[in-house]
């Protein structure tokens, strides 16, 4: 009897087992990655809900955790309740409002940081409307003036450690998220962002659209150039000083010039960031570069007022390109439409395939 009774019990508790498996079976299942390329944060769809996940650059763990949810009456232990759809939104970056743009919900921004900075034509007739107010400096927010604003969420840029304010905008019910997509490497990865701000304005079937036509043309200029047999040389960064900082080997500028089929001279540097050299160094590694991308400014003349032995930068003379001309453009739709970058970069580089009859962002500075 004590050997059956024992057996009962063990069958039980078995079978208990088995269907707690079973629920957190199915309970993993019922939740998806909505993100491919993107590493610093994550969206997880669990039913009409997501799980908004954002990952620190530096340690890889999760820094923030966000529950948004279009029901008023749920929540999620350990998570940030956003309310969805989110109707009013301060953005203190360029690539954010890119994003918002590419969607067509410009109305929905009430606040940025400075028009100077802005490209976007509807947000700055917005701006003079007095519609849309300009905060100034991220580090010192006018708090009281964001307040009026109304707004549900601030997207700002993550640079800093923390954002200030944000406790006293909490408790206020203004909530505030870091867009970390200035630290992605992978060109697709930046424009994957656009999921997140498709879910803030219930537009994720557009947003995942958008981005699917984006990664199809991406790849296919990709295999375009992976073709072809020549393979020029690139010199990319600026100077500031005495300094030069170029792109390090696993940065998202060293990938893009990769896939357009491009030998970066400093691919061997490693790191996502940037790599500091001496300007000896650079004129003597880059006497016979191919082409020079990214200078930072938008003349022959500007760069040889910044220092005049810039002079001996092999394609400093004809072969030198920048977004410098239009850098309000290129700071907002670049990370969304990084298939303009790669196809300008083709065409650059690789002029013989006739891509298009002109660049989309870029521009030879002696033109």
């Not at 629920?23 to 799980?51: P, R, W």
């Not at 490497?185 to 424009?191: R, W």
């Not at 010199?235 to 030998?263: E, K, R």
């Amino acid at each position: 009897m004590k050997i059956l009774f024992l057996f009962f019990i063990s069958l039980t508790i078995l079978g208990c087992s088995n269907q707690e498996f079973a629920n957190v079976k199915k309970k993993h299942l019922d939740e998806k990655s909505l993100i491919t390329y993107a590493s610093h944060f994550d969206l997880i769809q669990t039913e009409d809900n997501f799980l908004l996940h954002f990952i620190n650059p530096e340690s890889r763990d999760i820094e923030y955790r966000f529950f948004l949810t279009s029901d008023t009456k749920k929540s999620k232990q350990g998570y940030v309740t956003i309310q969805l759809p989110t109707s009013k939104l301060i953005t203190l970056s360029g690539t954010s409002i890119g994003m918002l743009s590419a969607l067509k919900e410009q109305e929905r921004i009430v606040g940025v940081l400075n028009k100077s900075y802005i490209h976007d034509k509807q947000i700055l007739e917005n701006i003079t409307k007095n519609q849309v107010i300009e905060v100034g400096e991220e580090s010192n927010l006018p708090l009281e003036r964001i307040i009026q604003t109304q707004a549900q969420l601030v997207l700002y840029s993550g640079f800093g450690s923390s954002f200030p304010g944000s406790k006293k905008l909490n408790t206020l019910g203004i909530k505030s998220i870091p867009i970390y997509d200035w630290r992605e490497t992978h060109p697709l990865g930046k424009a994957e962002w656009i999921k997140l701000f498709g879910i803030l304005t219930n537009k994720l079937e557009t947003a995942q659209h958008y981005f699917n036509e984006v990664e199809s043309n991406y790849l296919k200029l990709k295999e375009t150039a992976k073709s072809l047999r020549k393979k020029p040389t690139v010199l990319s960064g600026n100077i500031l000083g005495d300094i030069w900082y170029a792109p390090n080997g696993n940065s998202f500028v060293a990938q893009i010039l990769n896939d357009a089929h491009a030998t970066y001279k400093y691919q061997s540097a490693l790191g996502t960031g940037s790599t500091q050299l001496s300007l000896e160094r650079v004129i003597k590694d880059n006497t016979n570069t191919d082409y020079w991308v990214n200078p930072g400014l938008s003349s022959n003349d500007a760069i040889l007022e910044l220092n005049p032995k810039l002079k001996h930068i092999g394609p400093l003379k004809n072969n030198t390109y920048c977004y410098s001309h239009n850098m309000n453009l290129f700071w907002e739709r670049s990370a969304i439409e990084p298939h303009h970058v790669l196809s300008d970069f083709i065409q650059i580089f690789h002029p013989e395939l006739n891509l298009s009859d002109s660049l989309y962002f870029y521009k030879n500075i002696n033109e």
